[in-house]
C-alpha cells in the first residue's frame, strides 16, 4: 500500500536554525521511500536506515532523523510552507515515525519526545466543553431577555 505525505527535508551532517530545508513528496512503498521533490527523486531502501531518531532540536519541531552512516536525513510532515517557514503536522510526522520505524532495519528511539496524542485529545475536550458552556449561557440569557 502506497502512502504519500508531503514534507520539509534535508540531508546533511546536523540541523541548525539556519539549515535551508527542501519541499518534497515522500512515499513509502512497502520497505522503501521515494522523496520527490521539484528537481530530483530519490529512492532509499529500509536496510540503508542505521537508526531512526525522533527528535526536538532546538525545542522548536519535531522531526525525524533518519541515520544513514555518513550523513543524516531529517524531515517532518509539513502542514504548510512559506518559504522557509514551516508549520510542521505534529500527529502526521508521528505516524510516519512509527511506519519508518517498522520498516527500519537499526533501532528507533524517540529521544526524549513523548507522543502526546492524548494530551490534544484532552486539550480539545476541554475546549469543546468550555464553548458549550459559552453557548448555553448564551442561548439561557436570550431566553431570559424575551
Do not use: C
Not at 536496510?47 to 519541531?61: C, D, E, M, N, S
Not at 533518519?66 to 517532518?76: K, Q, S
Amino acid at each position: 500500500m502506497n502512502e504519500t505525505f508531503p514534507i520539509f527535508y534535508n540531508a546533511g551532517p546536523e540541523l541548525t536554525l539556519r539549515t535551508k530545508g527542501q519541499k518534497a513528496s515522500l512515499s513509502l512503498n512497502g520497505s522503501s521511500i521515494t522523496l520527490s521533490g521539484p528537481t530530483e527523486s530519490l529512492t532509499l531502501s529500509g536496510q540503508q536506515f542505521y537508526g531512526i531518531t525522533l527528535a526536538r532540536p532546538h525545542k522548536v519541531g519535531t522531526v525525524i532523523k533518519i541515520d544513514m552512516g555518513n550523513e543524516y536525513l531529517f524531515l517532518a510532515v509539513r502542514r504548510l510552507a512559506i518559504g522557509q517557514f514551516v508549520i510542521i503536522n505534529y500527529v502526521s510526522t508521528m505516524r510516519l515515525f512509527e511506519k519508518l520505524s517498522a520498516v527500519s532495519a537499526g533501532p528507533s528511539t524517540t529521544s526524549g519526545v513523548k507522543p502526546r496524542y492524548s494530551r490534544a485529545r484532552k486539550r480539545l475536550v476541554l475546549w469543546s466543553f468550555a464553548l458549550a458552556i459559552v453557548l448555553v449561557a448564551v442561548a439561557m440569557k436570550s431566553i431570559g431577555n424575551q
